[in-house]
């Protein structure tokens, strides 16, 4: 049996395979990725979700190779199209970082640098990386700050980004993003920061980049309704694991993991939901793990003793939909 | 009977001052400009809105915490705000208020015991061994185990935080909270236990709540009536369902159509209401109707004169000049993105 949620369609664009990333602390290795697989292609959306301490941001730093400062990755595959990330040194890395993935974090006020205009921060980056003239560059980076929607960019493109608001920062970091024509971005909680109109916004921004450009997107969100919004194909992670992988729709319509069916459960919508049924208690500390199935503790279903004391491998329950549970809740109707 | 809060005309403006020596007053941030609303014994009033909405300010300003320029605040028939403050303590016993971050709000190098217990000693109200006892009670109250009293606040998780949070505001039995954005700063799995929590010690202790969020799901689910703030104004108010059902205003329905659905067939039917523009500053906010900077159907009386909360229908205000006209012509809205998903 293989324990890898992969879609089959073409050459993957990104595949990871059995990733475990561990951090050494006083009271001992914290996994905080724990045999992660998953694959995205060309073009494709792949959220992933998650509360905090699940894994998420992990595994997508990993993914840029900027774990090994703190942490280490402890085995595992990382190849980007088709070759092999894991062991190459540092200058191999950057180069993929800098060509072919980019990032948008959550606050876009710690990434930009505060004493350089917006349209000079990017057009470094064009000189550095593409080795752009600067009239040239100067040209391009108006030119992507005006595709990311924001108005006036040519006026704009000589402001600092303490005179953006929120929500265009964010469209300035995405268009930093995009300077050198990524085939993938990560984007890890981009519109947690923002308010509800800008989020749809900014997230309306990615998906048609995406679409219009090709660009496959990682995105990582704790919001499911950003989920829902965004992902082709979810990861739905838990303590470390990816405990649900499957299309968007299955996940959100037909979850078949206990946690991410109480997960959906306990959500308020703003359609309205008569009663919130809580997940008792609290995910469990990556130092000291449940023995079994690590959301044994607070499963609704409880399951039995298999559940406690061994941890489920991913399976396939249908094509394309694995679950990490020895439980199989049916697809609800 | 009379509402237990009865806000007039509140109003919180604070100064803009010129740099240098003189610090002459320039102008005011209009933080809040005139919000008046009631809370029913027993009943929760939700304010929603985005950031510089005035939410948090009105919230504080209810308590006294910052002193209104403006209006009134009668809380059981007496003017909060021509009260000494001297005075306000004695009245704070009987409203208290739920912050956001339990992890800022506790004194790390005190125990669970003395934290809750803090407020008893400050009025007076146990000593002792009944002091101990109330306090074990109160843990239990929000679920708390009583034999964790001796320990401190960085043993427990954010919701047991949220929850010893809870407890102090109790210690003192208020019989009215304010809840600013009370789960905003919890995971997911844990929003669901505090909001129960909340909706409970609401019912069996028969307290009212005024609760601030910016999350629309969670006033839903929390509020029997529902305000929905922009720039310092309540623009919309209606009993819960209403509001959420039948909105009125250009910017509530802009606020309820940009929540993304968690269920990806209501996400994908779902018919974007775009703004224009961005938020305004709340020190310089448009003449005439404050929204019309952003709304998709702004005329020139929108411009010019400022539109009064004006009843639509029982229980239901809006501050719209055209309102009516939204509601019966369709509205002119820009169907969002569909996605290309496959199932």
């Known amino acids: ?333 | 009977m009379t509402a237990l809060l009865d806000v007039r005309e509140l109003a919180v403006h604070y100064p803009v001052r010129a740099r240098g020596l003189t610090r002459r007053r320039t102008g005011a941030v209009r933080a809040v400009d005139g919000v008046s609303f009631t809370v029913e014994r027993g009943r929760t009033l939700g304010l929603v809105g985005e950031s510089g909405g005035g939410k948090s300010t009105t919230g504080r300003a209810i308590l006294m915490l910052q002193r209104p320029t403006a209006g009134s605040v009668l809380f059981e028939g007496v003017d909060l705000a021509g009260v000494a403050e001297g005075e306000l303590r004695n009245l704070r016993r009987r409203m208290q208020l739920v912050f956001q971050d339990p992890y800022a709000s506790l004194d790390p190098r005190m125990t669970v015991g003395r934290l809750v217990g803090e407020a008893l000693d400050i009025h007076g109200l146990a000593v002792g061994r009944s002091r101990a006892g109330r306090v074990a009670g109160l843990l239990e109250l929000v679920g708390l185990d009583p034999k964790h009293a001796g320990r401190y606040p960085h043993e427990f998780s954010g919701g047991q935080r949220q929850r010893i949070g809870i407890a102090r505001a109790l210690a003192v039995e208020p019989i009215f909270l304010v809840c600013d954005e009370p789960v905003s700063a919890l995971d997911v799995s844990i929003q669901a236990q505090v909001m129960n929590l909340l909706a409970d010690l609401r019912d069996r202790l028969g307290l009212s709540y005024v609760f601030i969020s910016h999350d629309l799901a969670v006033v839903r689910h929390i509020s029997d009536r529902v305000a929905v703030m922009y720039l310092g104004k309540i623009v919309e108010m209606a009993d819960r369902d209403d509001l959420y059902d039948q909105p009125l205003h250009p910017y509530t329905k802009a606020l309820l159509s940009s929540v993304p659905s968690p269920d990806p067939n209501v996400q994908r039917a779902r018919e974007r209401v775009m703004l224009r523009g961005e938020l305004p500053s709340p020190a310089d906010p448009p003449p005439g109707c404050r929204f019309h900077t952003r709304c998709p159907h702004a005329q020139e009386l929108c411009r010019v004169v400022e539109p009064p909360l004006v009843s639509a229908s029982a229980g239901h205000v809006v501050a719209c000049h055209f309102w009516r006209e939204l509601r019966s012509t369709p509205v002119e809205v820009t169907r969002a993105r569909t996605s290309r998903r496959t199932s």
């Not at chain 1, 293989?2 to 050459?11: C, G, I, L, V, Y």
């Not at chain 1, 998953?38 to 792949?46: A, L, M, T």
């Not at chain 1, 995406?210 to 989920?227: K, N, Y």
């Open chain 1, 1 to 333: 049996m293989t324990t890898t949620p992969a879609n089959d369609r073409a050459e993957p664009l990104l595949e990871v395979r059995d990733l475990s990333v561990g951090f050494p602390t006083r009271e001992g290795l914290v996994r905080a990725v724990d045999r992660v697989s998953f694959s995205i292609n060309p073009g494709e959306v792949v959220g992933f979700v998650g509360e905090s301490g699940s894994g998420k941001t992990v595994t997508a730093l990993a993914v840029m190779g900027l774990v090994a400062a703190q942490g280490a990755i402890e085995s595992g595959s990382i190849r980007f199209r088709g070759r092999e990330m894991i062991g190459l040194p540092e200058g191999e890395w950057r180069r993929v970082r800098a060509r072919e993935v980019a990032t948008v974090f959550q606050d876009p006020m710690t990434a930009l640098n505060p004493v350089f205009s917006v349209g000079h921060q990017i057009s470094e980056v064009l000189r550095t990386h593409l080795a752009l003239g600067r009239q040239e560059a100067r040209e391009r980076a108006v030119e992507l700050l005006g595709m990311v929607g924001i108005p006036d960019a040519r006026a704009r493109a000589g402001d600092y980004p303490h005179q953006f608001s929120g929500g265009m920062r964010q469209r300035v970091m995405i268009a930093m993003a995009l300077s050198c024509d990524p085939s993938l971005i990560i984007a890890d909680e981009p519109t947690t920061a923002l308010d509800v109109t800008i989020q749809a916004e900014i997230l309306d921004l990615i998906r048609s980049l995406s679409t219009d450009m090709g660009v496959a997107v990682m995105i990582i969100s704790h919001d499911l309704g950003v989920m829902s919004a965004m992902a082709d194909r979810i990861n739905v992670m838990y303590a470390g694991q990816i405990v649900e992988s499957a299309s968007a729709v299955r996940v959100l319509v037909g979850p078949r993991h206990p946690y991410t069916r109480a997960l959906l459960q306990s959500l308020p919508r703003v359609e309205g939901q008569a009663i919130l049924t809580a997940i008792e208690g609290a995910p469990p500390d990556l130092i000291s793990l449940p023995m079994g199935c690590r959301f044994y503790p607070r499963c609704p279903f409880r399951g039995d003793d298999r559940c406690r004391d061994s941890n489920p491998d991913l399976r396939e329950v249908d094509t394309g939909h694995w679950v990490r549970s020895f439980y199989d809740l049916e697809p609800v109707a």
